[in-house]
T-cell receptor, first 112, second 116 residues
Framework: GQNIDQPTEMTATEGAIVQINCTYQ??????LFWYQQHAGEAPTFLSY????GLEEKGRFSSFLSRSKGYSYLLLKELQMKDSASYLC?????????????FGKGTKLSVKP | DVKVTQSSRYLVKRTGEKVFLECVQD?????MFWYRQDPGLGLRLIYF???????EKGDIPEGYSVSREKKERFSLILESASTNQTSMYLC???????????????FGDGTRLSIL
C-alpha cells in the first residue's frame, strides 16, 4: 500500500536546529518533495530528493534514504518565520501520472 | 514566477447548490490538480487533468466533477453541495512528468468553502 508518516507537531527555539522526519511506503518510489505551508496560505516548494543523500539549500537541507523509506528536513538557525506546517510528499510510479501522495504535515512552532 | 490563481478566497454556499471553483495557471503546465485539505487529514487529491478535456479521478472524487476546456483553466464542480464538503480547496499545476520529474506542483492560495 501507500503510506506517509510524519510527526503531527514539533516545537523548537529560535536559533536552534530542528529535524522533521518522514517515513513512507510506496509500490514504486520516484521522488520525494518537501513543502512549507504557513497558516492560511498555499504550500510552497522547498526541496526535491530522488537519489540517496543530502540536498542543501541555505538554511534548509533534505535527506533521503530509499532503502529505509526515510527522509528528513533539517532547518538550521531557526527564525520565527519558520513557524509553519511542513508537508512531505512522495511520487509513486504506481499512481497515474506519478501523482503525489502527501503526508498529513508537521506543524512546527518556533518559540523565542 | 508561476502563478496559480483561484477565483475566490472565501465562499459560502447552501446545501444542495451547484458550486463552481475556478483555477487558472499561467505557466503552460500540462497537469492540473484539485485537492481538499482538512485538519488531521492533510491534502487529498480529488481530481486531476493531464491534458485539455482529459480528467482522472483522484482519491476522493465522490460528489465532485471537473472540467478542463482550456489548458490554463481547471474547474471543480460540486454538483449538489453538502455540509461535509466544507473545506479548504487547493488547486495546483505542474509540467507533465518524464523530463520534468523534479519539477514541483505549484499551488494556488486556496478557497475556503463553507456549506451551510
Amino acid at each position: 500500500g501507500q503510506n506517509i508518516d510524519q510527526p503531527t507537531e514539533m516545537t523548537a527555539t529560535e536559533g536552534a536546529i530542528v529535524q522533521i522526519n518522514c517515513t513512507y511506503q510506496t509500490s514504486g518510489f520516484n521522488g520525494l518533495f518537501w513543502y512549507q505551508q504557513h497558516a492560511g496560505e498555499a504550500p510552497t516548494f522547498l526541496s526535491y530528493n530522488v537519489l540517496d543523500g543530502l540536498e542543501e539549500k541555505g538554511r534548509f537541507s533534505s535527506f533521503l534514504s530509499r532503502s529505509k523509506g526515510y527522509s528528513y528536513l533539517l532547518l538550521k538557525e531557526l527564525q520565527m518565520k519558520d513557524s509553519a506546517s511542513y508537508l512531505c510528499a512522495v511520487r509513486d510510479k504506481g499512481r497515474s501520472q506519478g501523482n503525489l501522495i502527501f503526508g498529513k504535515g508537521t506543524k512546527l512552532s518556533v518559540k523565542p | 514566477d508561476v502563478k496559480v490563481t483561484q477565483s475566490s478566497r472565501y465562499l459560502v454556499k447552501r446545501t444542495g447548490e451547484k458550486v463552481f471553483l475556478e483555477c487558472v495557471q499561467d505557466m503552460d503546465h500540462e497537469n492540473m490538480f484539485w485537492y481538499r485539505q482538512d485538519p488531521g487529514l492533510g491534502l487529498r487529491l480529488i481530481y486531476f487533468s493531464y491534458d485539455v478535456k482529459m480528467k482522472e479521478k483522484g482519491d476522493i472524487p465522490e460528489g465532485y466533477s471537473v472540467s478542463r476546456e482550456k489548458k490554463e483553466r481547471f474547474s471543480l464542480i460540486l454538483e449538489s453541495a453538502s455540509t461535509n464538503q466544507t473545506s479548504m480547496y487547493l488547486c495546483a499545476s505542474s509540467f507533465r512528468q518524464g523530463a520534468h520529474a523534479g519539477q514541483p506542483q505549484h499551488f494556488g492560495d486556496g478557497t475556503r468553502l463553507s456549506i451551510l
